[in-house]
């Protein structure tokens, strides 16, 4: 027998209704969990597959929302069938790219630096948005994407412009800078997700995405990198799984309906304070110059980039 919201007593049922009422909240939350899988991420790096990690973060989840939301999944289910195809989109971009090249680059680059980089994404929302959904933009935050863009490469760089003479990037790095923009791909287009319960839309978003990363992680055990059944390996996979992926996402798809992905996207600025935190409590990572002057930058041009222009006819 499943629990459900109205089975739950009445003052934990408030509670639980104010919580998904509070977009805040929720994305707080939400980078506090993304931060501990950028730790969780780094410190399985060439231990635990990146490919089979990322598979199993979506295919449990998927059972577990099986189990206690199969009512609404089969209600909403016309629905979802009617538009598959922008849910297919979304654990492409959501799902499995996204969380595949994210362990894919922490076996090359640090969760510091991970975390750093994940604060271009704001303004990577703002650009996606004007793109795709031709979204206004402002002088201001035509600035912003230049301050910001400089950020990251001071962070590439590892602040030496000699490494960009010689091309001596990190593939880690690159490769995050990719996946940032995959990421804000995902949340300009959560406006066109369906009209489907919560539960429903993140069980079909994992399991599009375990479906989608089954086939890489068959790749790469035949290559020899396989999981190995040790306590790390369990712990690991047990937060990726319901942290990261289940509330995280929950959490993040919750604010960005309530207040949009534009607002939202500067939550995620917490999570380099959270990481550096944990990264130096539990991986003695350090933070660097380098670090500092690029998260200043990409602060400084994502807070140009979210103000709203005073002036009108000064879109772009």
């Given at each position: 027998?499943?629990?459900?919201?109205?089975?739950?007593?009445?003052?934990?049922?408030?509670?639980?209704?104010?919580?998904?009422?509070?977009?805040?909240?929720?994305?707080?939350?939400?980078?506090?969990?993304?931060?501990?899988?950028?730790?969780?991420?780094?410190?399985?790096?060439?231990?635990?597959?990146?490919?089979?990690?990322?598979?199993?973060?979506?295919?449990?989840?998927?059972?577990?929302?099986?189990?206690?939301?199969?009512?609404?999944?089969?209600?909403?289910?016309?629905?979802?069938?009617?538009?598959?195809?922008?849910?297919?989109?979304?654990?492409?971009?959501?799902?499995?790219?996204?969380?595949?090249?994210?362990?894919?680059?922490?076996?090359?680059?640090?969760?510091?630096?991970?975390?750093?980089?994940?604060?271009?994404?704001?303004?990577?929302?703002?650009?996606?948005?004007?793109?795709?959904?031709?979204?206004?933009?402002?002088?201001?935050?035509?600035?912003?994407?230049?301050?910001?863009?400089?950020?990251?490469?001071?962070?590439?760089?590892?602040?030496?412009?000699?490494?960009?003479?010689?091309?001596?990037?990190n593939w880690g790095d690159l490769i995050i800078v990719?996946?940032?923009?995959?990421?804000?791909?995902?949340?300009?287009?959560?406006?066109?997700?369906?009209?489907?319960?919560?539960?429903?839309?993140?069980?079909?978003?994992?399991?599009?995405?375990?479906?989608?990363?089954?086939?890489?992680?068959?790749?790469?055990?035949?290559?020899?990198?396989?999981?190995?059944?040790?306590?790390?390996?369990?712990?690991?996979?047990?937060?990726?799984?319901?942290?990261?992926?289940?509330?995280?996402?929950a959490a993040w798809n919750r604010g960005v309906e309530?207040?949009?992905?534009?607002?939202?996207?500067?939550?995620?600025?917490?999570?380099?304070?959270?990481?550096?935190?944990?990264?130096?409590?539990?991986?003695?990572?350090?933070?660097?110059?380098?670090?500092?002057?690029?998260?200043?930058?990409?602060?400084?041009?994502?807070?140009?980039?979210?103000?709203?222009?005073?002036?009108?006819?000064?879109?772009?």
């Amino acid at each position: 027998m499943t629990t459900t919201a109205s089975d739950m007593p009445k003052p934990w049922r408030r509670r639980a209704t104010l919580a998904f009422g509070n977009p805040y909240l929720l994305l707080a939350l939400t980078s506090l969990f993304w931060s501990g899988n950028h730790i969780v991420g780094r410190a399985a790096g060439g231990v635990v597959p990146p490919l089979a990690l990322s598979t199993l973060r979506w295919l449990i989840p998927t059972v577990l929302l099986w189990l206690i939301a199969r009512r609404h999944i089969v209600q909403d289910w016309p629905t979802i069938r009617t538009h598959w195809k922008i849910m297919l989109w979304f654990g492409l971009t959501g799902g499995v790219l996204f969380t595949s090249l994210q362990y894919v680059g922490l076996q090359y680059t640090s969760a510091l630096n991970v975390s750093v980089l994940n604060s271009l994404v704001p303004v990577l929302i703002v650009g996606t948005g004007a793109l795709i959904f031709r979204d206004r933009v402002t002088r201001l935050q035509l600035a912003g994407i230049l301050v910001s863009s400089i950020g990251v490469v001071v962070i590439i760089a590892h602040g030496d412009l000699s490494t960009l003479r010689e091309l001596a990037f990190n593939w880690g790095d690159l490769i995050i800078v990719f996946n940032m923009a995959v990421f804000s791909i995902y949340a300009v287009y959560l406006r066109q997700r369906p009209a489907i319960h919560p539960l429903s839309f993140l069980f079909m978003l994992g399991a599009m995405s375990a479906i989608g990363t089954l086939p890489l992680a068959v790749i790469e055990a035949m290559s020899g990198y396989t999981l190995k059944a040790d306590w790390m390996t369990f712990g690991v996979i047990a937060y990726v799984a319901f942290f990261p992926s289940l509330l995280a996402y929950a959490a993040w798809n919750r604010g960005v309906e309530l207040i949009g992905a534009n607002r939202a996207g500067p939550f995620l600025h917490l999570i380099p304070v959270y990481t550096a935190v944990l990264g130096y409590a539990l991986l003695g990572e350090h933070l660097y110059a380098f670090h500092v002057a690029g998260f200043a930058l990409i602060l400084g041009g994502v807070t140009l980039a979210s103000r709203k222009s005073a002036e009108k006819g000064k879109a772009v």
